[in-house]
Nanobody
Framework: QVQLVESGGGLVQAGGSLKLSCAAS????????MGWFRQAPGKEREFVAV????????GYADSVKGRFTISRDNAKNTVTLQMNSLKPEDTAVYYC??????????????????WGQGTQVTVSS
């Protein structure tokens, strides 16, 4: 079992930065790939970034590549999403998630079972 709690969201101007954190409970956290997803009003939840169990392999949506960085600290049971050069279209609720199959790195939200409650990110123009 993995329980997830996101933090770090807020209001920022376009071009600014935010750092989201996801705190995980459960001794098996280090076994899981971890993903970040987001959902804007009226839109489907979409993939943002994923990191493998070790932190050595990452993947990004094209829309955030070069601007966002995902990382993890297994000693602290945390996953972070550093977001730079933010744009108004990045406005959404951001969720961290862990997959059904612990080490499976997926871009598909349907492959994820454990979800946090989400944190709001609002980017003003």
């Amino acid at each position: 079992q993995v329980q997830l709690v996101e933090s770090g969201g807020g209001l920022v101007q376009a071009g600014g930065s935010l750092k989201l954190s996801c705190a995980a409970s459960g001794r098996t956290f280090s076994s899981y790939a971890m993903g970040w997803f987001r959902q804007a009003p009226g839109k489907e939840r979409e993939f943002v970034a994923v990191v493998d169990w070790s932190g050595g392999v990452t993947g990004y949506a094209d829309s955030v590549k070069g601007r966002f960085t995902i990382s993890r600290d297994n000693a602290k049971n945390t996953v972070t999403l550093q977001m730079n050069s933010l744009k108004p279209e990045d406005t959404a609720v951001y969720y961290c998630a862990a997959p059904y199959r612990a080490r499976y790195m997926s871009y598909d939200s349907g492959d994820y079972y454990f979800w946090g409650q989400g944190t709001q990110v609002t980017v003003s123009s």
